[in-house]
């Protein structure tokens, strides 16, 4: 089953994976959080991305999600990877997240260009009219 690594600024990665707890009831297995914290030692963050990535990753490769392109936590995560073993995706948000705990089983390349599909297409303006019909209804007043 393909591992599942959130390299991110502090403390984005671990809230994402406890809104995974909250959707699935329980925290996945092979699913960590790498959270760059300010001023840390990019080398540091690095090796202890390289441990986490070691543990949660059966031989089956991984997925190395981060949030910002080119920030401190996109460059370590960049360097994590490994041609057709370990990708890196930059711009992860939760329904990327969610697929990706959902299709592990397909391979690496072919599970990224499903997450890049879903990523962008999660992403959208919401008109008034369409927050109105999916929101709860108002409480009665007596």
């Not at 059966?58 to 997925?63: F, I, L, Y």
């Amino acid at each position: 089953m393909i591992g599942i690594l959130v390299v991110s600024h502090e403390p984005f990665g671990s809230a994402l994976i406890r809104c995974t707890r909250h959707v699935f009831g329980r925290l996945p297995p092979q699913l960590a959080a790498l959270d760059v914290v300010p001023d840390e030692n990019p080398e540091t963050a690095l090796n202890c991305g390289r441990e986490l990535l070691a543990r949660i990753n059966d031989g089956s490769g991984a997925v190395v999600f981060t949030d910002v392109y080119g920030a401190t936590p996109s460059r370590i995560a960049t360097q994590l990877a490994v041609p057709d073993r370990v990708r890196v995706v930059a711009g992860v948000n939760l329904p990327m997240l969610l697929k990706a705990l959902q299709n592990r089983r397909m391979p690496v390349d072919e599970l990224v260009e499903s997450l890049l599909d879903s990523g962008r297409r999660s992403i959208r303006a919401v008109d008034a009219d369409e927050s109105a019909a999916s929101a709860p209804p108002a409480p009665r007043t007596p």
